[in-house]
């Protein structure tokens, strides 16, 4: 029987692991989950497939001989978030701990190792296994060679070998690089060949074999579309396919003993310690038995068996729940969510009464009876995630009238900068108690044993966290603030925004036809036509050919980046035109086509999802889409908001925001004379700054002043240093310095406050809003000093962000309760930083205008005037 060698994508499951689950954050603050996720993977790997051998390989940065090729490679991926890749280093000390070979090479991609190992290994006689999230690694597959494909979060995986490719795909693995050729890859920005897609891509491979007998065949391919675009784009599709070709012959030497696996248990148990993996340890003890694990003297945390679930499925039983709920007057509950936005239900839910608890399940014929309890105003109910409740019920067409108390949010109110809040971990934290449930089955399925011990679990750390917040002083706003809000944020979501779907299409069109007239122009000017998207071919035109002087060079040549063009702007038409070019493309790519698929068949809205357990600051988020990414002030930004349009039965839509909130709160929380009189008097408060730093009359104020003052009053909020506000103003760090120093000789309330913040969150750890929010700082006395500065700049803006977000949400509380009691058909329908946008009748126009405006200005009592702007359209850029 040959061996095995399993050889694993680090960055795709790393990646994948991150996105799967809850942001987790141990209490030294490490966020974890991508390492607690991939370290799952990895034992299950190991559990299931026993291997001989093993690797792991990583993307080592993003320059490599693709991008080299093609520019406009992966050039769409954002930046990976600052909570993941400072845990990639976690990963790699991790497995070095486990003793797993790990591989990666400048200029390479991981799946070039993963290609190159296979071959070697295959030709070697080893059974090889890859494990990716990448179908680009089917191509890999050969007689000794198979894929598994992870599916679903880090649970699910698919084994494809030759057999199952052909019985799914129709294709062999060779001709998994002839699809990716025609059809191209949105992922990883590969271009293809436009108008042809995964299914018809499939039909020319079956009938021609090879995308090279396709080109050479095109007189014989059906449809004359079809022909055209081959024939167009035949040069693309020859580099798509080249582009996507996994190298297998790199410079690596395949040593079998290289890649056996050694682990070290003792240094497993002490970074599994410091992770925090404590339910992962006795798995570890199971595949490496032996020597090594030393116990450490800490203590153990009890792993509880999970209870067999008590099933509550008919009408008598639930009724029997509901009148022993009724009698005592508080329960706990573990609703398990099932379903989409607005389709939102539950799957079941546990419910514990007198240390009793069953499940009910929502195919049960006691189900209705579930909602007669929830819509019950005389019980009290602690749950985790009352959301989901809210939105069941919402879809039930029922009220949630019961008295809610949420530890999903009381924890993150404890807790702002942890990175999730999963339930087991709650429990282990504030209980000591964890479940003995593999975290497979805790995170991604619905079972009734972990929702019976979760709600039992949830109704003992009620009382815990409730007093918690108490002595934190935290109490009023988790009641008045915090747990109001879900409600709301649970009727903005069932409700959604409207989304002008042929619009949409229209703009889509209109801006490809955009794009391909700016490509005549641009090669007009060129006097050649030439592959705008490629670094290379761009680089000679500017540089060699139109003579343009050279801006920035790498190390493959010279840099074509946005800086660059930016700063070439009006030096010749063509730059022009490329800005233009990639401005259309972005616009394309990253907003019309993602928005396209996030509209709900049905109901022709979008329903994002708003996370209130997320920022640290106390800002709501939002997902899928994420509209606080939406560009502000920007063409692209405009053109986003002209799609979201008034649903039918309503004619406005409405955009309330706050106008320079940050600013009054600090001028509110400084007591500074000058910022005070400025907003007193309804100064323009950058005309002011600027007078003030500049030492002119308000009336000698240039544009340029202004708009230096500007930057510099926000930067202030945020702590800025004299490179950022240089860098952000194009003026030398010493005048920017400069500019700091002025402001803060003439507005010097605003530096006593922002020393005094600093300093008390030097002696208490931690700062708070005006409202309580509390925002813990653990590396404000630290020893190193970036790490140490960066926490006080974040001492200086959280009180200042943390206020404006608590203000928010004072304001969205009382517009929702306002149009409640009036009885107005008007809906609140999104929040986008200091903005709330509604959907307004005509009828209803004047009295919402005014009732908004007024629940905004007096969410809270300032020094200053708190001022909203109301205005309304036929669409949001209009309203905006």
């Given at each position: 029987m040959p061996q095995r060698f399993i050889i694993i994508d680090g960055s795709s499951l790393v990646h994948r692991a991150f996105h799967a689950l809850p942001m987790l954050r141990t209490a030294s603050g490490l966020y974890t989950n991508a390492v607690y996720g991939f370290t799952t993977m990895l034992v299950k790997l190991m559990t299931d497939y026993k291997p001989d051998l093993m690797a792991v390989a990583f993307d080592k940065g993003r320059v490599t001989f693709r991008t080299e090729t093609y520019q406009q490679y992966k050039a769409q991926r954002q930046a990976t978030p600052g909570e993941l890749s400072e845990q990639f280093p976690l990963v790699r000390e991790l497995l070095k701990a486990l003793g797993i070979t790990t591989i990666e090479q400048q200029g390479y991609e991981a799946d070039d190792i993963l290609g190159t190992l296979a071959e070697k290994a295959a030709r070697q006689s080893?059974?090889?296994?890859?494990?990716?999230?990448?179908?680009?690694?089917?191509?890999?597959?050969?007689a000794q060679t198979k894929v598994l494909l992870t599916k679903k979060g880090i649970s699910e995986m698919e084994v494809v070998d030759v057999a199952a490719l052909k019985e799914k795909y129709g294709l062999t693995p060779s001709q998994i690089i002839d699809l990716k050729g025609l059809m191209g890859d949105k992922s990883d920005n590969i271009p293809g060949v436009p108008g042809i897609g995964e299914k018809t891509a499939g039909k020319l491979l079956a009938e021609f074999g090879s995308l090279e007998n396709i080109l050479a065949n095109i007189d014989h391919v059906s449809g004359k579309k079809i022909q055209e675009n081959l024939r167009q784009y035949a040069e693309q599709a020859v580099l798509s396919k080249q582009l996507a070709t996994i190298v297998r012959d790199m410079p690596i030497e395949f040593n079998p003993e290289f890649f056996r696996i050694n682990p070290d248990k003792q240094v497993m148990k002490e970074l599994f310690d410091k992770f925090e993996f404590k339910s992962l340890l006795a798995k570890i003890d199971v595949l490496f038995p032996g020597n090594g694990n030393k116990d450490s003297g800490?203590?153990?945390v009890a792993a509880v068996e999970l209870p067999a679930a008590v099933i509550a499925a008919g009408r008598d039983d639930v009724a029997a729940v509901y009148a022993a709920a009724k009698q005592t007057g508080h329960i706990s509950c573990y609703p398990q969510p099932a379903g989409h936005l607005p389709l939102a239900g539950l799957a079941g839910l546990a419910i514990t009464c007198s240390d009793k608890t069953?499940?009910?399940?929502?195919?049960?014929e006691g189900w209705p009876v579930v909602f007669d309890?929830?819509?019950?105003?005389?019980?009290?109910?602690?749950?985790?995630?009352?959301?989901?409740?809210?939105n069941a019920c919402k879809l039930n067409g029922t009220a949630l009238n019961a008295k809610v108390s949420d530890v999903l949010i009381a924890a993150y109110l404890l807790e702002p900068t942890a990175a999730a809040y999963p339930l087991d971990v709650l429990a282990e934290k504030y209980l000591g108690k964890t479940t003995n449930l593999p975290a497979g089955d805790k995170y991604l399925t619905a079972k009734p044993d972990f929702a019976v011990w979760a709600s039992g679990i949830i109704g003992q750390m009620g009382t815990v966290l409730v007093d918690k917040l108490s002595a934190s002083g935290l109490d009023k706003l988790f009641n008045q603030i915090e747990m109001p809000l879900v409600e709301v944020l649970s009727a903005m979501e069932f409700s959604g925004i409207k989304v002008d779907r042929m619009y949409l299409k229209e703009m889509a069109v209109n801006i490809a036809a955009k794009v391909e007239q700016l490509l005549n122009e641009i090669y007009i000017l060129a006097g050649e036509e030439f592959n705008v998207n490629s670094t290379k071919q761009l680089g000679v035109i500017l540089f060699e050919k139109l003579k343009l002087p050279v801006i920035k060079k790498t190390k493959t040549g010279y840099s074509t980046d946005a800086e660059v063009l930016e700063k070439l702007a009006g030096q010749h038409p063509l730059i022009d035109k490329l800005l233009e070019y990639r401005l259309l493309t972005k616009l394309k790519s990253t907003y019309l086509d993602g928005l396209e698929i996030l509209i709900h068949p049905e109901t022709g809205r979008i329903h994002t999802t708003f996370n209130q357990t997320v920022t640290a600051t106390g800002r709501l988020s939002s997902s899928e889409p994420n509209l606080q990414n939406i560009p502000i002030r920007s063409d692209i930004g405009r053109k986003i908001r002209e799609l979201f349009v008034p649903g039918e039965g309503y004619q406005y839509i409405m955009s309330a925001d706050y106008s320079q909130i940050e600013l009054r709160i600090l001028a509110h929380m400084a007591g500074d004379d000058s910022l005070l009189e400025a907003f007193r008097h309804n100064q323009d408060i950058h005309t002011r700054t600027a007078a003030e730093v500049f030492g002119v009359a308000m009336a000698e104020v240039t544009p340029e002043m202004r708009a230096r003052a500007k930057a510099v009053n926000f930067g202030i909020v945020y702590g800025i240093s004299d490179y950022g506000l240089s860098r952000d103003i194009g003026v030398s760090r010493k005048e920017a310095g400069h500019y700091i120093n002025s402001y803060f000789a003439k507005y010097q309330g605003v530096k006593k406050y922002i020393d005094d913040v600093v300093a008390g969150a030097h002696r208490d750890g931690f700062v708070t809003t005006m409202f309580g929010r509390r925002r813990h700082l653990p590396d404000i006395n630290s020893s190193n000093f970036n790490q140490r500065s960066f926490a006080e700049r974040t001492a200086m803006n959280t009180p200042i962000q943390g206020a404006a977000a608590?203000?928010?949400?004072?304001?969205?509380?009382?517009?929702?309760?306002?149009?409640?009691?009036?009885?107005?058909?008007?809906?609140?329908?999104?929040?986008?930083h200091d903005e709330l946008v509604l959907e307004v009748t005509e009828s209803e126009l004047e009295r919402v205008t005014t009732l908004v405006k007024q629940a905004m200005e007096q969410a809270v009592d300032l020094n200053v005037p708190l001022l909203a702007e109301v205005k309304t359209g036929s669409n949001w850029a209009e309203a905006k």
């Open positions: 080893y059974e090889v296994v890859i494990v990716t999230g990448d179908r680009d690694a089917l191509q890999l597959i050969g800490k203590v153990t069953v499940y009910i399940p929502a195919d049960s309890l929830l819509a019950d105003s005389d019980i009290e109910l602690v749950t985790y995630d009352a959301k989901s409740l809210y608590d203000i928010i949400k004072i304001a969205m509380n009382r517009v929702y309760n306002a149009l409640k009691t009036e009885g107005l058909k008007t809906r609140l329908l999104l929040q986008v």
